[in-house]
């Protein structure tokens, strides 16, 4: 059974950092390319970010270009996501997802699995 599990969520000021952290288990960890998401309040799920299989590859929404950073452990079946000078606009849950494909993609339902979701809130 695929099991994603995010950490690391909580309550920051505007400019502050949180780190999210999703293991998985239940997959071969370096199969897939692994994404995150965020979904606000009366919005819809937007892509974040997403890493290939061994880390060589990487891609950001404009919106957190320069400010975020996924990364991946394949030896831990862990990917993260670094977020730094938050803004009360990447207050979100922020759920981790894994495609078993080798071609990237930015929209949801291209994902085949997902986490129950981490919130972020950053306060102004």
């Known amino acids: 059974q695929v099991q994603l599990v995010e950490s690391g969520g909580g309550l920051v000021q505007a400019g502050g950092s949180l780190t999210l952290s999703c293991a998985a288990s239940?997959?071969?960890?370096?199969?897939?390319?692994m994404g995150w998401f965020r979904q606000a309040p009366g919005k819809e799920r937007e892509f974040v970010a997403a890493?290939?299989?061994?880390?060589?590859?990487?891609y950001y929404a404009d919106s957190v270009k320069g400010r975020f950073t996924i990364s991946r452990d394949n030896a831990r079946n862990t990917v993260i996501l670094q977020m730094n000078s938050l803004k009360p606009e990447d207050t979100a849950v922020y759920y981790c997802?894994?495609?078993?494909?080798?071609?990237?993609?930015?929209?949801?339902?291209?994902?085949?699995?997902w986490g129950q979701g981490t919130q972020v809130t950053v306060s102004s």
């Open positions: 997802a894994a495609r078993h494909s080798s071609r990237w993609a930015l929209a949801r339902y291209e994902y085949d699995y």
């Open positions: 239940g997959v071969t960890f370096n199969n897939y390319i």
């Open positions: 890493i290939t299989q061994f880390g060589g590859g990487t």
